[in-house]
């Protein structure tokens, strides 16, 4: 019975290690920049506002794979807002279009990870 019990606990703890693709180191980082220099976005005019929605798939997970994709995707330059649904598969961008083009959101959300384990379609 203890041998059992050992064998499913090494198996879960496994499992939580490789389960998400692991972002802590370069999410610690990304967040120590983030707090010691506070980021301020500058106001996007409203003609220059223009939304993308997409739809991203390979996320295997909302907390590693989502909420990394969004947190790229909110800390860019000229993005107003940004959210990633992991349940639907999709994203959607608030950007201002002299700054951004759908074109560079998706090389930003592919390049997310190693760079293969995300694609973009349907860019609307």
Known sequence: M???T???TIL???ILFVGCKDK???TESIS???NSVPKVKK???ATNLQTANFTIKGMTCAIGCAKTIQEELNGLEGVKTAAVNFEKQSATVSF???ILSPAALTKVVEAVADGKT???SNMK
């Open 6 to 8: 050992s064998i499913l």
């Open 24 to 26: 802590t180191a370069q």
């Open 2 to 4: 203890k041998f059992t």
């Open 32 to 34: 120590a920049t983030e």
């Open 12 to 14: 879960l703890t496994s």
């Open 118 to 120: 995300y694609t973009v």
């Open 43 to 45: 106001e996007i005019a």
């Open 96 to 98: 201002d279009k002299t």
